[in-house]
């Protein structure tokens, strides 16, 4: 065998060398190659080859060794697995390096110290097998990888362990599981100068959502220091959502930024024998994001010129230089999970009873798992976990792989959404919650439990098994009626993965989600974070806004970044915004509120709404609300945000809000912006011509309108009987302002709770002729079709005011 063929340079490989080299280093060549002339940095490095790997077996003779251990497996059996994993990794250890291939290998690595004009350059050693990182197939860390590695003697000794890495427990029980076999998987070692991300930063990229599939996102997760403690769920990183579409226009489309505890990061040591650790994380570290807006957007845009070179979504890992500052990809492979799958069937998974719940922590995917909670803290015990059963451990890695895929849910202390648990939970589709501190404390074993992801981003784990059920709807041929079909989106947990039940956009995103749940102060509180005394209250703000010196710039980011997530989901769709509608008594309830809400008999006509927005004493507030959704408008780009005005009692104060938003820079009809009105108060429909003369549309609001028609205080169950948006009174009321907003030319759509609730409802409504019809996500596909028919018996009727 010619020896060139033992070790190549990153600049001699391409993607289709990947039965030569691997998946990572196949890939890395690719972009050394190919994107490096892009502006992309790709640390430079070589590849041992698989021929190498081959050479070996066959000159020390333990091939045939390895094939004999091979039939004695009985992969039922995690002993046997454990045994045969052993023997093998053993004699490949055994096994004297042939000097031949020493020989090549150290050659190469002086030429690289020498490009990089040091004696021992520091370098990552990573096993790339010829069956990993494929389009359809990617488990993470099958093998071994070592850092900062220094001198001959430590490379030779991590690539002899790589070598042995092949057949450790997990990469033994994936290839049986994926039906490869054992002895035609070569592995390849990828030799690449090390990033000092160990004095910066690191992570990884995907450029898909990897919980729900949404195309147009790239996702960044981020920790100080060396990444390995990302992908080992160590640690709780920053995560940062960029919008593709809107970032190719030149826009600063920076989603959202999470920030991570951070609590360690792994760094170099001088000690060959450990040449990484991890240290506690400063109080500036942990109280900081890892990267700055300029790196995120750079990384992103790096996601998206990968992903065109490969023309698939890719999962990548990057990593800054903190001596340099500058960004380098260190890795890329495919992602197989969420590009794999079929979006033509919707399924969705729903719970039926209610629960109490245990834990909470960042949901991976969206299915329900129930089962018997077992706590294992030592991979040791892996053995006594049974099929079925709920897994709660501290944080898994890829010894846990063989008991993962036989749990019905995974439930972890530590993670992100990007750790070891997440990644093999995503493909395996199993339902795991991440990084919920205390699983493992406050879980029994044996004690029975749901674990929920059907929630939205947030995961809940329940006392006792629920019952839930399973939702699949056919979408390939699924037709659309005349009327629009929009959706009322509350949470932006839920807004990208119900972006794909078919809608027309969104007729009521709400604020008051984003407020109570990402917010959580009032907004005086932060304007005057100054003047309040209340230490504890002060303490409060100070935890919830760490990393904002200015308070106000929270309230402004947080408002932003929930409402820009929903009206990415849609992009292009509208995505109607009603401005804040708490009452009193709601704002007092948020952190800091009760200094500034007075007590009201009945808020629930009382300060809400408009008369808010121009009173001295909220208008400070609302400011910080206009400046959030111009942010969304103008430096995200997401023109397709309208905005809704709630409880708008009179024409003077909608002329009043209108101008204060303009001042703000928020002025109606530039850059197309819409500026609607909700019809909630039988004023708004008495008066709609005038109403119509200063807003651009309405938005019947069924539950205000309900209440105020019929005098029924809604929150009060002494008269909840009387409360029914059937009710002749409203229906007319109802009908009226459709017909009145049709004559002044204007559009008219309802996002009131009614025609989620009752079919015949909506059909009333589109018998009226109404415009768009605002439906709660779970109820879209059920009224479309119930509104498809409806649409079919006008038109035969020829009674259709739409057709």
């Not at 992908?231 to 991570?260: C, H, T, W």
């Not at 039940?501 to 974070?529: C, M, Q, S, T, Y």
């Not at 009145?740 to 559009?747: E, L, N, Q, V």
Request: proline residues 4%; contains cysteine.
């Amino acid at each position: 065998m010619p020896q060139k063929s033992f070790v190549l340079w990153f600049s001699q490989l391409g993607i289709k060398d990947v039965p030569l080299v691997g998946g990572k280093n196949a890939s890395l060549g690719e972009m050394y190659r190919k994107l490096t002339p892009q502006g992309i940095n790709i640390p430079d490095g070589f590849a041992v080859t698989a021929e190498a790997y081959f050479y070996l077996l066959k000159k020390t003779e333990i091939e045939k060794k390895i094939k004999t251990i091979l039939n004695s497996l009985n992969i039922k059996s995690l002993a046997s697995l454990s045994s045969v994993g052993s023997q093998i990794r053993t004699l490949i250890l055994n096994a004297n390096f042939p000097k031949e291939l020493e020989q090549e290998i150290i050659k190469f690595y002086h030429e690289l110290s020498r490009k990089y004009k040091t004696q021992n350059v520091d370098v990552a050693v990573r096993s790339s097998a010829t069956a990993e990182d494929l389009p359809t197939a990617s488990f993470a860390g099958q093998q071994e990888t070592y850092l900062n590695i220094r001198g001959e003697k430590a490379l030779l000794a991590a690539c002899h362990r790589c070598f042995a890495s092949l057949f450790t427990n997990r990469a033994i029980s994936y290839r049986e599981d994926k039906h490869f076999d054992h002895l035609k998987i070569g592995l390849s070692i990828g030799i690449q100068k090390m990033v000092r991300s160990d004095k910066g930063s690191s992570g990884v990229m995907f450029s898909i959502d990897t919980e729900s599939g949404f195309p147009d996102l790239v996702l960044i997760n981020g920790v100080w220091g060396l990444g390995e403690n990302i992908v080992q769920g160590a640690i709780n990183p920053d995560e940062f959502y960029v919008f593709k579409p809107l970032l190719a226009k030149g826009f600063k489309s920076i989603l959202s930024r999470k920030m991570g505890d951070k609590k360690i990061k792994m760094i170099y040591t001088t000690d060959p024998a450990q040449p990484t650790k991890n240290i506690a994380t400063t109080s500036t570290e942990r109280n900081n994001f890892c990267l700055n807006d300029k790196k995120i957007l750079q990384l992103a845009r790096w996601a998206m010129a990968i992903e065109a070179h490969y023309k698939k979504p890719m999962d990548l890992e990057w990593a800054k230089d903190g001596i340099s500052g500058k960004l380098y990809i260190v890795q890329a492979r495919p992602e197989t999970v969420q590009s794999q799958k079929n979006y033509n069937v919707l399924e969705e998974y729903q719970l039926l009873e209610k629960g109490k719940p245990i834990l909470s922590g960042a949901a991976v995917g969206s299915k329900i798992g129930i089962g018997r909670a077992r706590i294992i803290e030592d991979v040791k015990k892996i053995h006594e976990f049974k099929k079925d059963e709920v897994l709660a451990t501290d944080m898994t890695n890829p010894d846990w792989e063989p008991i993962m895929k036989i749990a019905s849910a995974i439930v972890t202390n530590k993670g992100g959404r990007t750790c070891h648990a997440a990644i093999v939970s995503r493909e395996l589709g199993i339902p795991c919650i991440v990084g919920t501190g205390q699983a493992t404390q406050l879980l029994k074993n044996n004690q029975e439990i749901t674990v929920s992801c059907a929630e939205g981003e947030k995961g809940y784990v329940y006392k006792k098994t629920l019952k839930f059920r399973v939702k699949k709807t056919n979408l390939k041929n699924f037709r659309r009626p005349k009327t629009k079909i929009m959706m009322n989106i509350g949470s932006p947990d839920i807004a990208f993965s119900s972006s794909f039940i078919p809608n027309d956009g969104v007729g009521l995103a709400r604020e008051e989600f984003i407020i109570n749940e990402h917010i959580k102060v009032h907004p005086l509180a932060l304007l005057n974070f100054a003047k309040i005394k209340d230490k504890k209250v002060k303490e409060e703000i100070s935890q919830i806004t760490r990393g904002y010196k200015n308070k106000k710039q929270f309230f402004i980011d947080k408002l932003a970044e929930g409402v820009a997530i929903i009206g990415a989901a849609f992009y292009p769709k509208d995505v109607i915004v009603r401005l804040s509608d708490f009452k009193s008594n709601e704002y007092a309830n948020l952190i800091g509120g009760r200094i500034y809400e007075p007590q009201e008999e009945n808020p629930m006509i009382g300060w809400r709404g408009a008369s808010r927005y121009y009173s001295q004493l909220f208008r400070p507030a609302f400011d910080l609300e206009c400046q959030a959704l111009r942010k969304v408008r103008e430096v995200m780009g997401l023109k397709n945000t309208k905005i809704m005005v709630p409880f708008c009692r009179t024409i003077e104060e909608g002329k009043k809000t209108i101008k204060i938003m303009a001042e703000n820079g928020l002025k109606r009809g530039k850059d197309n912006l819409k500026i609607y009105v909700m019809c909630e108060i039988p004023s708004n429909v008495i008066l709609a011509p005038e109403f119509a003369k200063i807003f651009d549309g309405f938005s019947i609001g069924s539950n205000d309108l309900t209440q105020l028609a019929l005098g029924v205080d809604r929150d009060s169950t002494l008269v909840s009987h009387i409360y029914d948006e059937r009710n002749a009174a409203v229906k007319n009321l109802i009908r009226t302002v459709i017909e009145r907003a049709k004559a002044s030319k204007r559009k008219i759509g309802i996002c009131g709770q009614a025609p989620s609730d009752f079919p015949d409802f909506a059909q009333f409504l589109v018998e009226c002729g109404i415009d768009s019809i605002s439906l709660n996500p779970d109820t879209v596909i059920k009224t479309t079709i119930d509104i498809l028919k409806k649409e079919a018996q006008l038109k035969k009727s020829k009674k259709f005011k739409n057709g």
